[in-house]
């Protein structure tokens, strides 16, 4: 993995969800997001060009910020169009998000206004992106564990009960991204 400093604008996600569907994925549950792409209406055209055709050349890679807990997801398109942007996610608060994509390689993404819901806009044009795994598994392995043991502390837990604890909670939810639906 090597190491470089760009700067992008992160696209707010404004609602999350799963979607577990036998026909893709092998059944595995994959994130669902609908993104504030108010200031890029290409987004918008991109999935709606998406719509009907083969999957179209996609590729992603991981990025976080230097100093802090922001993680972004850099998609980059070349068919239908070609558009670059990045998904902003911070470790704590999204990290059975990040934990999803990363463990099911990929995620369903539409764009919306604050406000929408991925159980109201199932029907609506969305892109599975597949994220390829990558060396960043590593590196989210060691910021989820922090992360989670920050939280718990922020919470009252002693250190002691915070790492016993995330642990636990980590093994759960790696446990439900691993279910499969059967056809």
Do not use: C
Request: aromatic share 8%; hydrophobic share 40%.
């Amino acid at each position: 993995m090597f190491s470089r400093t760009v700067k992008f604008e992160f696209l707010d996600i404004i609602s999350d969800g799963i979607v577990i569907d036998p026909t893709m994925a092998d059944g595995r549950p994959l994130p669902s997001v609908i993104i504030d792409a108010r200031r890029r209406p290409d987004i918008t055209e991109y999935l709606i060009a998406h719509q009907g055709r083969p999957a179209g050349d996609v590729s992603t890679q991981w990025g976080t910020t230097r100093f802090g807990w922001d993680i972004g997801l850099i998609i980059k398109t070349l068919r239908p169009m070609e558009i670059e942007f990045v998904l902003g996610l911070h470790a704590i608060k999204n990290a059975a998000l990040i934990e999803g994509i990363i463990r099911n390689s990929g995620l369903y993404i539409q764009s919306g206004v604050p406000g929408d819901r991925v159980s109201e806009k199932y029907h609506d044009p969305r892109v599975l992106i597949e994220v390829v795994p990558s060396s960043f598994r590593e590196k989210w392995n060691d910021i989820l564990l922090k992360g989670t043991i920050k939280s718990l502390r922020e919470n009252g837990f002693s250190k002691k009960q915070s790492e016993k604890i995330s642990v636990e909670r980590i093994s759960l939810m790696r446990e439900f991204w691993d279910k499969r639906r059967e056809k």
